[in-house]
C-alpha cells in the first residue's frame, strides 16, 4: 500500500510498540495510501483538530483501495459532519463525570464493579469514540497513583470485579499491567478483571505471550472484551490474537456500536457475529450510539434499531444475537432495548 510502512512485520509481537508509534496521524497520508481524495470522502482537518486522526497501518491495510464508503474507514474518518451542530448531543453522554470519584481515574457507576482509567490514548481514535472528550488529564493513573487508586477498592466489600479501561488500558506496558493486576489480585474480595479494550482488533501484534500472563494473576478470573462493529476488521492476525487469548484460559467477548454507513443492516450483523463466533469470540453488546458531540452523523433512530435487532433474531441462533442496550446517564446497568 503507498507510503505504509514496508519494513513493518505486522502481528509480530515483537514489534507491537514500533507499530503504535508509527500510526497514521494526518488524512492526506491516509486517503493517498487508500487512493482516494479529501472531496470524495468529506475529509476535514478541521475536525481532526478537535479530535485528531490516528489510526493502526495494520488496521488500513484491511480497509478497500478506492472505496470512500469502507465501513473500516468511515470509523477512522475525520468529516466535515462532525462539525455540525446536532441538538441532544452533548461531550458526556454517558454521565461519567457524575460517576467520577475523589480519586484520579475511578469511575464508580454501578453496583459490584469498578472502572480503573490506566490509559488515556488508544491506538486508534474511532469517531464515535464515547469518550472524545473525557478529561483524561485529571484522570489518568499512573503507577505511581494506583496503590491510592486500589485503596478505593479494597475499602469496598462489595466491589467484585475490577473494568481496565482508557483511552486503551492496553497501550500501558507489560511491567506496569503486570504489577496492576497483581496488585488488583491481592484485594480478596475481587473476583474478576474485566479488560475492555480495541487493540487486538486494530494491533493484534499487543496480544503476546507477556501480556496475558500479566493479565490473569492467580486467584481471578479475566474477561477480554473487544471491540469489533465489522467482520472485515477479524483478519487472520486477529483470529491469531484471539486464539492466544483463549488459550491463556480467559473468557472472550465481543461488543459493538450500531453506527449509520457502518454496520446498519440485518446482513452485516449476523456476518459479524458468525466471524467472531468462528474465532471463539461470543457477541455480547451492540451498544445504540453514546450520542456525543461531533458523532451525530453514526445515529440511528431507535426504531431502526429495534427492527434491526429483530431482524438478526430471526437470522441467527439466540447465542449469537447480541444484547441491544443504550447507557443511561443515571441508571444502575446498561438499559435493554429489545
Known sequence: MPNSPTSLTLHSGTDWKRQLADVVRD???LLCALGLTPEQVGFSAAACRGFRLKVPWDFVRRMRHGDPDDPLLRQVLATGDELLDAPGFGDDPTGEAEGAVARAGILHKYRGRVLLVVAG???VNCRY???RHFPYDSNRVGRKDWAQALDYVAAAPDIHEVILSGGDPLVADDPALEDLCATIADIHHVRRIRVHTRLPIVL????????????SPAGVQTVFV???NHAREIDDGVGQAFQ??????MTLLNQSVLLAGVNDDID???ELSETLFAHGALPYYLHVLDRVTGAAHFDLPESRALALHAGLRKALPGYLVPRLVREVAGEASKTPLA
Open 121 to 123: 490514548g488508544c491506538a
Open 204 to 215: 493484534p501484534a499487543r496480544v503476546t505471550d507477556r501480556l496475558l500472563a500479566a493479565l
Open 268 to 270: 452485516t450483523l449476523a
Open 226 to 228: 473487544v471491540h469489533a
Open 244 to 249: 492466544r487469548i483463549l488459550d491463556a484460559g
Open 27 to 29: 488524512g492526506d497520508t
Open 129 to 131: 469514540c464515547f469518550r
